[in-house]
């Protein structure tokens, strides 16, 4: 099967949809108002067969008049619910767009003979009619809506950008500059129903759903800038549109007419692959990202508690075996192979190093450069110790656990700061001496 202009139009106006829904879709990520995109793509739908009821018309101004309507009261009841019913804003969306949604469902099926809407439509979408009016020769509508939608999205977006970025990331300072943050929500609601409207006939409520969060989700697990956000999320959706009417054209060929499938269905799916694929390889808030971030962090801590040690026994006057140095010796779970790889790290960045005991037992030491680093590993655990001691109501006892765990990351400066308030900064509250500053610091 070779790609038409009809396969060109599809994509295109699942590009536009998409990429209008993921525009505003990043609003309602940043605000954590995401089920409020699903409620209004809902909720709107009695709007639209009231207005088709009293004009007659399917013509897109009378529909989108009464799509936003009920996209307005959508919000309006939902934050009566919550405020006035003392319901978790969650809750009350849900409980407002499946009743509105049944309503529009009920008043399609009770006007059958009447309307001229399918429930199947309204859901799914008819965007493979796109494909036979574009080869006709004439330009299909929806792509003509669409394109107005998206430039007025894009326009939106563009000309209100400070406003809506305050007033998503923090309402009370916009409106502490004068910024009106509850105009901006309902004016946010206005453009999500007026796109999620636009979006119905080519695409369906489905999509339009899928497309205000998906994209955006993906585009925040990999950054935290804003305009790269928004970029991202409108790349991702137009390719995921274009992926989907090639996967419609190539896989019937290659794989068999039976896993042709609904171009806009195709859409959610491969937008919901990238987002998984966000999930797991994301550089800093992937799966494996953070897998190898949380094993380097266990590996770090451990090789700090081996030192820790060594330098505690090098006080005491013994010499540290490698052998007690197993699962659940130290404080910190990890597992011996965690803690096999701490040594090693330790002797191959030459902090400790192998000797023979006089009993033969091999045993490790610390070099002069671990001795430093051990010293300061401790200076940072018994400051903090003499400050919990002299700052807190915490008997003696129970001191070490928290500066166990709190020792790891205090870095010198902090370290420092510590120091200052502290009135006795020479031994810990056990009587044990504090190592001095860094490059005055005598082996024990």
């Not at 007033?167 to 796109?195: E, K, Q």
């Not at 191959?348 to 037992?361: I, T, Y």
């Amino acid at each position: 099967m070779m790609w038409t202009i009809g396969d060109t139009y599809v994509a295109l106006v699942g590009a536009m949809s998409a990429a209008a829904c993921a525009l505003l879709g990043n609003y309602l990520v940043l605000r954590k108002m995401s089920l409020m995109g699903d409620a209004i793509s809902h909720a709107v739908l009695p709007g639209i067969v009231m207005a088709f009821l009293m004009t007659g018309s399917r013509g897109i101004g009378a529909i989108v008049v009464g799509a936003v309507i009920v996209g307005i009261l959508t919000a309006l009841f939902t934050q009566a619910i919550t405020r006035f019913g003392k319901v978790e804003e969650g809750a009350a969306m849900g409980v407002v767009f499946t009743i509105l949604f049944a309503i529009g469902l009920i008043l399609i099926r009770q006007q059958a003979d009447h309307v001229d809407l399918d429930p199947q439509c309204v859901l799914f979408g008819n965007i493979e009619n796109i494909h036979v009016i574009a080869a006709s020769g004439d330009i299909p509508q929806p792509a003509i809506n669409l394109a107005v939608v998206l430039l007025l999205d894009a326009l939106f977006v563009t000309l209100l950008y400070k406003q809506l970025k305050i007033s998503a990331l923090d309402p009370a300072l916009a409106t502490s500059i004068g910024i009106n943050a509850d105009v901006m929500h309902y004016a946010l609601m206005v453009m999500v129903a007026l796109t999620a409207v636009a979006s119905f006939e080519a695409v369906g409520s489905i999509l339009v759903i899928a497309m205000l969060i998906v994209p955006a989700v993906t585009a925040h697990l990999l950054t935290d800038r804003l305009p790269v956000m928004i970029a991202l999320s409108v790349v991702l959706a137009g390719v995921a549109a274009f992926l989907a009417r090639a996967y419609n054209v190539v896989a019937p060929e290659l794989l068999g007419p039976g896993l042709q499938a609904d171009t806009s269905a195709i859409m959610a799916v491969i937008a919901g692959g990238f987002l998984l694929l966000t999930i797991v390889f994301a550089p800093e808030r992937g799966l494996i990202s953070r897998g190898i971030h949380r094993i380097r962090l266990i590996v770090r801590i451990l090789q700090e508690d081996i030192l820790g040690r060594l330098y505690r026994q090098a006080e005491a006057g013994t010499a540290a075996s490698a052998a007690p140095l197993a699962k659940g010796d130290l404080r910190i779970a990890g597992g011996s192979i965690f803690q096999r790889w701490a040594l090693f790290r330790l002797r191959s960045r030459q902090f400790v190093r192998p000797v023979k005991s006089e009993s033969g037992r091999s045993v490790v030491v610390l070099t002069d450069k671990g001795l430093a680093r051990a010293a300061r590993l401790v200076r940072s655990h018994r400051l903090w110790e003499s400050y919990l001691a002299q700052h807190s109501d915490l008997p003696l006892d129970h001191l070490h656990m928290p500066a166990e765990r709190v020792e790891h990351f205090i870095s010198p400066e902090m370290g420092e700061r510590i120091q200052e308030g502290l009135s006795e900064a020479d031994l810990d509250p056990h009587g044990r001496e504090i190592p001095p500053r860094p490059g005055d610091a005598r082996r024990p």
